[in-house]
């Protein structure tokens, strides 16, 4: 089982829609989680860590359950701007060492 | 800051031929990483280290040569190159106790 599973989707949505993302994470150990914005051949750039319950910043939650395993991000009020790959990642083989493992990402294409 | 570099920003191989991919920061960022993505294989860990004269395996480190003279230079090596690694190549670099990654803008590398 991958460390990080993700639904690759894609998700098409229109302007003003809300969205989730959903990853699971097979290491009970790890810590902390991150959610990383690519846009197409560019490279990724944090988004929002994620350490304890939850965390939120403007538009953007991204939440941790720890009983189930698994890390969301949710989008509200979509933007055409917020198009891009959403890649959730943590720790390898659960440590702090700055190395991290990456879900497979999921595309968002926001329609106007 | 620079923050991270990476050069070159293409290049093309022959099946066999050897070169080094290039990784700087400037940030006195303790970690460093390489990673490789490919289309529908989210980024996957090649090399890491957690400072100057020390580093380990990734996930598919086969291939690959890595080492880490000084804080601030990271380069991956490609000792014969073959079609399989023809991927993106992205560096990142984390601070020390953090697990938040900088990446650099990306290497396209095609062997033929």
């Known amino acids: 089982r991958k460390e990080v599973e993700q639904d690759p989707g894609p998700f098409n949505v229109p302007e003003g829609a809300t969205v989730a993302f959903n990853c699971t994470y097979s290491?009970?150990?790890?810590?902390?989680f991150f959610w990383y914005r690519q846009d197409c051949r560019k490279e990724p750039k944090l988004l929002m860590s994620v350490y304890s319950s939850g965390n939120e910043d403007g538009r953007f939650t991204a939440q941790l359950n720890r009983a189930s395993q698994y890390i969301s991000l949710l989008i509200r009020d979509s933007k055409l701007s917020d198009s891009a790959t959403y890649l959730c990642?943590?720790?390898?083989?659960?440590?702090?060492?700055?190395?991290?493992?990456f879900g497979r990402g999921t595309q968002l294409t926001v329609w106007p | 800051n620079a923050g991270v570099t990476q050069t070159p920003k293409f290049q093309v191989l022959k099946t066999g031929q050897s070169m080094t991919l290039q990784c700087a920061q400037d940030?006195?960022?303790?970690?460093m990483s390489w990673y490789r993505q490919d289309p529908g294989m989210g980024l996957r860990l090649i090399h890491y280290s957690v400072g100057a004269g020390i580093t380990d395996q990734g996930e598919v480190p086969n291939g690959y040569n890595v080492s880490r003279s000084t804080t601030e230079d990271f380069p991956l090596r490609l000792l014969s190159a073959a079609p399989s690694q023809t991927s993106v190549y992205f560096c990142?670099?984390?601070?020390?106790?953090?697990?938040?990654?900088?990446f650099g803008p990306g290497t396209r590398l095609t062997v033929l």
């Open positions: 290491n009970s150990a790890s810590q902390s």
């Open positions: 940030m006195n960022h303790e970690y």
């Open positions: 990142a670099s984390a601070p020390q106790g953090s697990d938040t990654q900088y």
């Open positions: 990642a943590g720790p390898y083989r659960g440590s702090t060492l700055g190395r991290l493992y």
